[in-house]
């Protein structure tokens, strides 16, 4: 006999969907009414697409992920300077993508748009062309992002949140509903505010249910108030942070390299 772990669950495509030809569907995958799935999708074990949604092309979407009612992925760039190059969307696995989330490829620029694995994109979110989302990734009903964004690990952004291109969100940080945001949030930072973003301290409660030690968090909160609570100015501080031995954490080391290596500057 089969164990449970044997059993190969066959692909289920509704009666009046859609599906290419050149579409690969692995083992489990359910297309529900009026879907399309266009032209380069490749679906992975276990998906299930919502009623009406709409895959363009040229888009891979990993295992166990879900797409609600309507959501709309892999669609052209929204850039001028795109010329019809082909381009992609990769999704990973056991991410949700709820009604009306939209989705478009690469340009030329990168070829591609990435989300990671077990991210959240809640109704009527928008992730632009070339963006770059890691695993874990939270963003809430009727956020907007430009292209080119980076949105890294574990990172929560609330709702009706506006993100300017090329801003880059770091691991762990969080960021209030209807913010504006554009220069880059440094990861384990709170950040909100319209039209002015500030800081407001570390994500404690996130790091907390991740399992962070204390003894990293205590490291991180030092250094967060060197760094954004004292009197020196960033690059001082900075030094000064390196040359704590007690503040010798990978973490404080990942805290200092985002905000040394930002091109668009850091939200303070």
């Keep these: 006999m089969k164990g449970a772990a044997d059993i190969v669950s066959p692909v289920v495509i509704h009666e009046t969907a859609i599906v290419h030809p050149s579409a690969e569907l692995d083992h489990g995958v359910v297309i529900e009414p009026h879907a399309i799935v266009g032209c380069g999708v490749r679906l992975g074990a276990n998906t299930r697409v919502g009623p009406r949604v709409f895959i363009e092309k040229d888009t891979t979407i990993g295992s166990d992920c879900r797409l609600a009612h309507g959501a709309v992925l892999g669609t052209d760039p929204q850039d001028l300077k795109y010329e019809g190059q082909q381009t992609f969307l990769h999704i990973g696995d056991r991410t949700v993508i709820r009604e009306f989330a939209t989705l478009n490829r690469g340009t030329a620029a990168s070829g591609r748009t990435l989300i990671g694995s077990d991210c959240f994109l809640m109704a009527y979110s928008h992730i ?6 890691g695993n874990h990734v939270i963003v ?17 952004i609330s709702g009706l949140t506006g993100i300017h291109q090329f801003v880059r969100i770091g691991a762990h940080a969080f960021v209030g509903g209807a913010s504006r945001i554009s220069q880059d949030v ?11 973003p500030k800081l407001y301290g570390l994500n404690t409660v996130g790091m907390e249910r991740r399992g962070f030690s204390p003894e990293v968090r205590r490291a991180l909160k030092r250094a967060y108030r060197l760094l954004f609570q004292s009197e ?4 001082k501080a900075i030094d ?4 704590d031995p007690e503040l010798l954490q990978p973490e404080v080391g990942y805290f200092l ?9 850091i939200t303070s």
Excluded: K, Q, Y
């Design 128 to 133: 632009a062309h070339d963006c770059e989302l």
């Design 140 to 156: 809430s009903n009727a956020t907007n992002m430009g292209g080119h964004v980076t949105i890294e690990d574990w990172a929560v």
């Design 186 to 196: 440094p990861p384990f930072c709170r950040a909100s505010g319209n039209p002015t």
């Design 232 to 235: 020196l100015n960033l690059s």
């Design 240 to 243: 000064r942070v390196e040359a």
């Design 257 to 265: 390299d985002f905000i040394r290596n930002s091109e668009r500057g």
